[in-house]
């Protein structure tokens, strides 16, 4: 597999640690070890995908995923966190995101996870798209573009938002088990440890129910998963 990384951390040993074992793997790899050179990197070099730690030198990790995603910039970053930071995990997720890691951790792992990334990138980014235009109550998918529009607008979501909303309407009525979404979505074996899942439907919630707490289309079907419902007096 192919592809240009760049790797976003201060800690010299681990980004040559990283980047060498990607390197073995076949990629092309870019380093940066504090935040302002890394956003002139990422504009200028186009990198497949982000590997980025979130406490950074200068521009922190969650500012450069922030303005990513607010100039349109969907690149894929997988997070590299500390083990207790729950709380910067998760917004993490919620500014953009795909997917993180904790330290310390395995590079084989890490490996793994560039892999799934790229993989579901790729699949993505084929000539023809899998389903064509789908029309569900209020919500229109345009696969070709990535957009779902809702009452007439387009959802802003992230690639990882639409991914996840596409699956889930195109299965309306029916309960997708966690297990599921997370490997078909991220490629976990497990939903052990893991908020990913939870903070994205959070997010989708609050773009498309009148109350999040009061779901009418993402239903929550406890101790399985989630299913989508079809609504039509909104």
Excluded at 63 to 70: A, G, K, M, T, V
Aim: aromatic share 8%.
């Amino acid at each position: 597999m192919n592809g240009k990384i760049m790797v976003v951390d201060d800690e010299e040993a681990l980004v040559r640690l990283i980047t060498y074992n990607l390197n073995k793997e076949g990629f092309t790899t870019i380093a940066a070890y504090e935040g302002n050179e890394a956003w002139e990197l990422i504009i200028n070099e186009n990198p497949d995908l982000i590997i980025l730690d979130l406490m950074l030198p200068g521009k922190d990790g969650l500012e450069i995923c922030r303005d990513l995603r607010r100039d349109k910039i969907k690149t894929p970053i997988i997070m590299l966190t500390a083990r207790d930071d729950e709380i910067d995990r998760v917004l993490g997720l919620e500014l953009g995101a795909d997917d993180y890691v904790t330290k310390p951790f395995s590079v084989r792992e890490l490996t793994a996870r560039v892999k799934a990334v790229l993989r579901r990138k790729s699949d993505k980014a084929g000539p023809e798209p899998a389903d064509k235009e789908m029309v569900v109550g209020s919500f229109v998918i345009k696969p070709e573009q990535y957009e779902i529009y809702f009452n007439g607008e387009v959802l802003e979501l992230t690639l990882k938002e639409y991914e996840l909303l596409e699956l889930l309407i195109r299965n309306k009525g029916r309960v997708l088990k966690r297990d599921y979404l997370l490997q078909v979505l991220w490629d976990y074996a497990d939903s052990v440890n893991t908020r990913v899942l939870d903070v994205h439907i959070s997010k989708l919630r609050e773009k498309i129910e009148k109350d999040s707490r009061d779901p009418k289309y993402i239903k929550t079907v406890r101790g399985l998963g989630y299913k989508f419902e079809e609504k039509t007096d909104v």
